[in-house]
């Protein structure tokens, strides 16, 4: 499996801590750990200084002190123990994934492991909140998704429509249809006023979302935010 990984398996840069303005790059790779630093200093004696590079195997990092306690200086403790994971051998294949595999896998959890799965990493929580994301779990919860809503996703966002009850949709569907409708009428100067009420009443009436079947949606929303959300009145 690790022939399957890629260099590099982890790369990061940055400055360092105040008042630290040199600037860091670190690299690790299958085979080796590189380590390089930038001197920014208005002083006189750091005006010719030259970048600085150290290249060890995964061995002489995890022995090297002095280097792990710069990278925790620099980019935090949670860096170095990751870096120091990847030179033992334990690779997060996971994260070496594409997003469109990552996303497929993700549809196959229980909402609620979603809102925890968001939490461990800025890239999963781009994912689960991601319309890609929430496109997929309407289509994959549904029979089948109308056009009618598939045009309101534009509008709101699919995960609005995965939390929206089925008597909420057809009404903001309803007016989304009067927009367009008025819309229409405005541009077409020889369409009747009367003519244009008419239909958008009917359809407002008669229209229905025919195979839209959310039962099987899920009503209470993820916490995919720092901050709880209300779940929605599904009363109505």
Not at 136 to 149: G, K
């Amino acid at each position: 499996m690790a022939s399957l990984l890629t260099d590099p398996l982890l790369e990061i840069c940055g400055r360092g801590p105040a008042p630290n303005k040199n600037f860091y790059y670190l690299t690790v790779n299958k085979s080796d750990v590189k380590w390089r630093w930038w001197t920014i200093s208005l002083r006189a004696v750091d005006r010719y200084a030259k970048p600085g590079e150290l290249r060890e195997s995964h061995q002489q990092f995890l022995d090297n002190t002095w280097l792990q306690s710069e990278v925790s200086l620099v980019f935090g403790r949670p860096i170095l123990q990751y870096a120091k994971a990847l030179c033992q051998g334990h690779f997060d294949y996971l994260d070496k994934l594409p997003d469109s595999l990552l996303l497929q896998i993700i549809n196959y959890l229980e909402l609620e492991d979603v809102g925890q799965l968001a939490r461990t990493s800025h890239r999963f929580k781009k994912l689960c909140g991601s319309e890609e994301f929430w496109e997929q779990a309407v289509r994959r919860r549904c029979n089948t998704v109308p056009v009618d809503v598939e045009s309101l996703a534009v509008e709101e966002g699919w995960r609005e429509i995965f939390f929206t009850s089925k008597l909420q949709l057809q009404k903001k569907i309803s007016r989304m249809r009067l927009r367009m409708e008025e819309q229409r009428g405005r541009q077409v100067s020889s369409e009747s006023p009367e003519t244009n009420q008419t239909s958008s009443s009917e359809e407002e009436c008669h229209h229905g979302l025919i195979g839209f079947d959310q039962n099987s949606c899920c009503v209470v929303d993820p916490d995919l935010s720092p901050e709880p959300e209300a779940a929605p009145d599904t009363s109505q």
